[in-house]
C-alpha cells in the first residue's frame, strides 16, 4: 500500500512569512508525529496526533508553531513568522494500535524548508 | 529522560564486508524499544530493524542484526555482506512502552556509513 507521503518536498521562503507543510499517513494509521530534523539539534519530536486531537505538544519549539489534523487523516504543520533557526527538514511519522499497542512508527520523506 | 549515543559519527566499510554501528542508551525503564533506521540522501526513514527489550533474542533481518546488551544498555547493529545501497545515516531510536503522553522516538545523533566498491 501507499506509504506516508509529505508534501511539497522542499520549500524556501522569506523570513517573517508562514508556511504550511502536509502530511498525508499510511491509510489506517491513527497516531501521527511530527519531527524535525536540524544540523546543530539532530532529530526531535515535535507533536503528536492520535485520531484529530493532539495530546502531546511538548516538543513544538514557541507558540509560532501550530499543527492541526483532519478527519483522523491528513495533517498540517503551520509556521508562522518564519525565522532562519526554522530551517530543517520536517518529518512525518504514522503508526497503527495493534492490541492496544502503539506499533512501529514509518516516516515521509520529509520536507526541506529553508528560510532565507 | 532517556537519551541515546552514536559515537561513530562516520563509519566505512569495504563492499561484501561485515561492519557493526554502536549505540548506547540510558533510561531506567526496564521495558521499550530499540529501532535503527536507515536514511539514504532521498530523506527517506527506513526501519531497518526492531527489538523490544523483553525479547532476550537478538532481532534478524536478513543482512542485518542486532548485538542487544540490556545490562550494559547497548544495542549495535551488524551489516553483513555490505552493498553500495547500504551507504545511508543510519539512526538508532529509543521507544518508551510507558505512556508519557505519546511514543515519541528518541535518536541518537547518527552514524554515517560509506561503502567503499
Known amino acids: 500500500g501507499a506509504g506516508v507521503s509529505q508534501s511539497p518536498s522542499n520549500k524556501v521562503t522569506e523570513k517573517g512569512k508562514d508556511v504550511e507543510l502536509r502530511c498525508d499517513p499510511i491509510s489506517g494509521h491513527t497516531a501521527l508525529y511530527w519531527y524535525r530534523q536540524s544540523l546543530g539539534q539532530g532529530l526531535e519530536f515535535l507533536i503528536y496526533f492520535q485520531g484529530n486531537s493532539a495530546p502531546d505538544k511538548s516538543g513544538l519549539p514557541s507558540d509560532r508553531f501550530s499543527a492541526e489534523r483532519t478527519g483522523g487523516s491528513v495533517s498540517t504543520l503551520t509556521i508562522q513568522r518564519t525565522q532562519q533557526e526554522d530551517s530543517a527538514v520536517y518529518l512525518c511519522?504514522?503508526?497503527?494500535?495493534?492490541?492496544?499497542?502503539?506499533?512501529?512508527?514509518?516516516f515521509g520523506p520529509g520536507t526541506r524548508l529553508l528560510v532565507l | 529522560a532517556q537519551t541515546v549515543t552514536q559515537s561513530q559519527p562516520e563509519m566505512s566499510v569495504q563492499e561484501a564486508e561485515t561492519v557493526t554501528l554502536s549505540c548506547t542508551y540510558d533510561?531506567?525503564?526496564?521495558?521499550?524499544?530499540l529501532f535503527w533506521y536507515k536514511q539514504p540522501p532521498s530523506r527517506q526513514m527506513i526501519l531497518v530493524i526492531r527489538q523490544e527489550a523483553y525479547k532476550q533474542q537478538n532481532a534478524t533481518e536478513n543482512r542485518f542484526s542486532v548485538n542487544f546488551q540490556k545490562a550494559a544498555k547497548s544495542f549495535s547493529l551488524k551489516i553483513s555482506d555490505s552493498q553500495l545501497g547500504d551507504a545511508a545515516m543510519y539512526f538508532c531510536a529509543y521507544r518508551s512502552t510507558a505512556w508519557a503522553g505519546s511514543y515519541q522516538l528518541t535518536f541518537g545523533k547518527g552514524t554515517k556509513l560509506s561503502v567503499i566498491p
Open positions: 533510561t531506567s525503564e526496564s521495558d521499550y524499544y
Open positions: 511519522a504514522s503508526s497503527s494500535w495493534l492490541f492496544g499497542a502503539q506499533e512501529t512508527q514509518y
